[in-house]
């Protein structure tokens, strides 16, 4: 344990302790061994107190809560450590900063819960303690299942979603049956009864030509969860809304999931990317503002592609959803949609790409196409658009192999931004031989990475070659580089936009494990927000304790980050390894300590 000099946000002097603290899961047993990874020697560190406790080596960070200042500075004692009643401060979804914009946001769209993000000024620059108690997360598969109570602290989806089993408390944890609000008796039944009624009772989702699914409110992942055995990738999302911590749930899961709502603006992932968008009771009006959600789910969907609706307006007749299923039947026959399945709450429509019908449908006035922008560009703040798509613009829909064959789909999208096939299959080459290195590195055992997220994916070799792994990735594409997210998605794999001058959508504790492949070089010189110390703060945000971080870039920045990593409190080594031109270059393995305020 380390004791650590603080300041409170009065500036009153108290002393507290960082803890080091690792938990190692047994193997075939639910419960881990709480002592600590490290009893590091009090003579390692000076203290200013004789209140410290006997043998904690003592830390002089200090607990303030701290906003961003210009010019921008690391104090010498080391990174400020934000109170612990902010554990959870995610800065683009935050309510005390959304509460003050409340009089500009169109409520009507819900645009309260799109990513509302403070200027750098208005960010706190501290680092976000683990709440009371936490504990390393339950290792996978098993915490598919469940989870440690103190790591997602929250009680109200057990309570009111409880009777529809999304999560029930079991001593000190929480236990996730599989069920959701459309399939409480379990998601497996649920995914086969999609499979029939695609297939005319004659398959399941995969030999109906599913393989990439979106998920809109899903709830704590569970139905993400049971499509994974199919070999099915899933892009699940919700807002941060009344069903509180839904997403840190599901990430705490193991399960690939972020912060999104389909408000006013297109979501962060490339057109003609699913082959199927989900919705289960997701509580959005796709029936409203002349059916714009729709056409977002119609630039999303693949040709051939499903929309399966599970809510009262399917099935139920009183009220107003009579009316409101009549203005769904309207909007999706105006986009060439066609109904193919309604049964058991559930209805199910296929976008056929019958040009034919949208021509004539437009001529009539019914639908309306886009202008011919450039919709290769990342989706990011990109307004909704109140049209669909036009044929010609969209890639050849030609069908693509399934999974895992699909891992190694060259698109025609890399052609036009440069990149051979030669070259393709050479970056492929280049990340197997990495990952290998990787993990010699890491010298941990393959079950302790689960959630892992490539900051600066490029084509997708990182995560194909992570594909042998018990893990999923995240594949960011910085908004400010080419579109290499649809070849990804063409690669059977999920990702999503971002602008990493802006905080990340998601939890804090998130990941095990985060690369970032010359990210630093490319936003350097970018201005406030996206500095090299706002991006480490970031990195630790999202980063779980005893995290790893693998970063390759240009030698300075390598140095900066190197003098900076321990007073992030993070362990840093520096190696070696071949590059892409068959030279040797450094190579930072950064791992977050495992510490908390007691």
């Not at 210009?70 to 400020?80: A, E, H, R, V």
């Not at 089993?165 to 995914?191: C, M, R």
């Not at 069903?243 to 193991?254: P, S, Y």
């Not at 051979?420 to 993990?439: I, M, P, T």
């Amino acid at each position: 344990m380390w004791s650590v000099k603080l300041d409170s946000k009065l500036g009153q002097m108290v002393m507290v302790a960082l803890v080091l603290m690792a938990t190692s899961f047994y193997i075939g047993t639910l419960f881990g061994n709480n002592a600590p990874l490290l009893n590091l020697p009090q003579s390692s560190f000076s203290s200013s107190s004789d209140d410290s406790s006997p043998g904690l080596p003592v830390f002089t960070n200090k607990i303030t809560q701290m906003y961003r200042i210009t010019p921008l500075s690391i104090p010498d004692m080391g990174m400020n450590v934000c109170p612990l009643g902010l554990n959870e401060y995610i800065p683009c979804h935050d309510a005390s900063y959304v509460k003050v914009l409340l009089p500009s946001l169109d409520l009507s769209r819900k645009e309260d819960l799109e990513r509302n993000c403070p200027p750098p000024e208005k960010r706190l620059f501290c680092l976000v303690p683990p709440p009371k108690d936490y504990k390393l997360p339950i290792r996978w598969p098993t915490s598919r299942d469940y989870v440690w109570r103190s790591n997602v602290n929250h009680t109200h989806l057990a309570e009111v979603k409880g009777g529809q089993n999304w999560v029930h408390k079991q001593d000190h944890l929480w236990w996730f049956p599989g069920g959701g609000t459309h399939f409480k008796h379990g998601a497996s039944e649920y995914i086969q009864r999609l499979g029939n009624m695609t297939t005319n009772e004659t398959g399941d989702l995969r030999s109906a030509g599913v393989f990439q699914v979106l998920d809109i409110g899903c709830g704590v992942a569970s139905f993400s969860a049971y499509l994974l055995p199919l070999d099915i990738q899933t892009m699940s999302f919700a807002p941060k809304d009344g069903h509180e911590n839904q997403i840190q749930f599901a990430l705490e899961r193991g399960i690939g999931a972020m912060i999104a709502a389909l408000s006013t603006k297109q979501l962060p992932y490339p057109t003609n990317s699913f082959e199927m968008v989900h919705c289960s009771r997701c509580r959005v009006d796709f029936h409203a503002n002349d059916g714009i959600l729709l056409k977002e789910i119609d630039r999303l969907l693949r040709y051939n592609g499903y929309f399966v609706y599970s809510a009262p307006p399917a099935y139920r007749k009183d009220k107003d959803y009579p009316i409101i299923w009549s203005k769904l039947m309207n909007l999706t026959t105006a986009m060439c949609w066609k109904l193919i399945a309604q049964k058991v709450q559930t209805a199910i429509w296929i976008k056929q790409g019958d040009q034919a019908c949208v021509k004539q449908n437009v001529e009539q006035g019914l639908i309306e196409v886009c202008d011919d922008d450039d919709d290769s560009k990342p989706s990011w703040y990109t307004p909704l658009k109140n049209c669909i798509i036009r044929s010609s613009r969209l890639s050849d829909p030609h069908q693509l192999p399934p999974r895992p064959e699909r891992l190694s789909v060259y698109s025609e999208s890399l052609g036009r931004i440069g990149m051979s096939r030669e070259q393709f299959a050479a970056d492929n080459l280049f990340w197997k031989h990495q990952v290998r290195h990787y993990w010699r590195l890491m010298d941990v055992n393959e079950t302790e990475i689960r959630n892992v997220l490539d900051m600066n994916a490029l084509y997708g070799g990182f995560a194909v070659a992570l594909s042998d792994f018990p893990v999923w990735v995240m594949n960011v594409v910085p908004s400010s580089m080419d579109n290499t997210l649809s070849a990804i998605y063409n690669r059977g794999l999920t990702g999503a936009f971002h602008d990493w001058c802006e905080p990340f959508s998601t939890y804090p504790r998130s990941y095990d494990f985060l690369h970032a492949y010359y990210l630093f070089s490319h936003y350097k010189g970018r201005g406030e927000g996206c500095l090299l110390e706002d991006i480490m703060l970031e990195m630790d945000r999202i980063l779980r304790p005893q995290g790893f971080i693998f970063i390759r870039d240009e030698g300075s920045i390598i140095s900066r980050i190197q003098d900076s990593a321990p007073k992030f409190l993070w362990d840093v080594n520096s190696y070696q390894l071949e590059n892409k031109k068959h030279e040797m270059e450094t190579i930072l393995v950064c791992r977050k300590k495992f510490w908390a305020i007691i």
